[in-house]
């Protein structure tokens, strides 16, 4: 899951530093500056260390090469659809590109097809004329976790940071009545 969802150290391991000179169980020479070094890098440091990125200090890697499909899809989206649709009719007339798109079965191959010319890093909103989707016929509720052969139940969590480390832990159990 991404770690602007969430960010917990769901194992024992202690965050990796932030300063590799600190790091003494592994030699790492700074600036890493080959792809190589990286990979190498990573395996010997996650059985040690919880991460999700090496830190961006530590890093000095050249720039990746372009893929010879990618070359050419440099260009902003224009904000007009009539426009976005010559310049893929011009780069590849047997292409027929529908905008906006009104169909979800229809995101993917246009997605696809404005990837060869342009740059979709930001889809334009007026490009999008999606309808609602219908609601959900199921209904997620949260509930406390209960052990009722034990009569106990889990009544809160902290999810908080506690000594540098991200942790859940159970604060508290409620006896509720049940023996």
Do not use: A
Not at 132 to 137: G, I, N, T, V
Not at 140 to 166: A, C, D, F, P
């Amino acid at each position: 899951m991404p770690t602007n969802y969430i960010d917990v150290n769901y194992t024992d391991k202690p965050p990796l530093l932030w300063d590799p000179r600190k790091i003494l169980e592994v030699k790492i020479k700074t600036p890493i500056t080959q792809p190589k070094e990286l990979t190498e890098l990573v395996c010997k440091l996650h059985p040690r260390y919880h991460f999700i990125r090496i830190p961006e200090n530590w890093l000095k890697l050249p720039p990746r090469e372009p893929k010879p499909d990618q070359l050419e899809n440099n260009h902003k989206i224009p904000d007009n659809m009539e426009t976005i649709r010559e310049m893929i009719k011009e780069m590849q007339p047997e292409m027929e590109v529908t905008l906006p798109i009104t169909k979800y079965e229809d995101i993917e191959r246009t997605v696809e097809i404005l990837k060869i010319k342009f740059d979709i890093s930001n889809i334009l909103q007026n490009l999008l004329q999606l309808p609602e989707l219908d609601k959900p016929e199921w209904n997620l509720q949260l509930k406390s976790t209960s052990v009722s052969e034990q009569g106990i139940t889990l009544v809160k969590r902290n999810y908080g940071r506690q000594h540098g480390k991200n942790n859940i832990k159970i604060k508290g159990l409620e006896k509720t009545g049940k023996n």
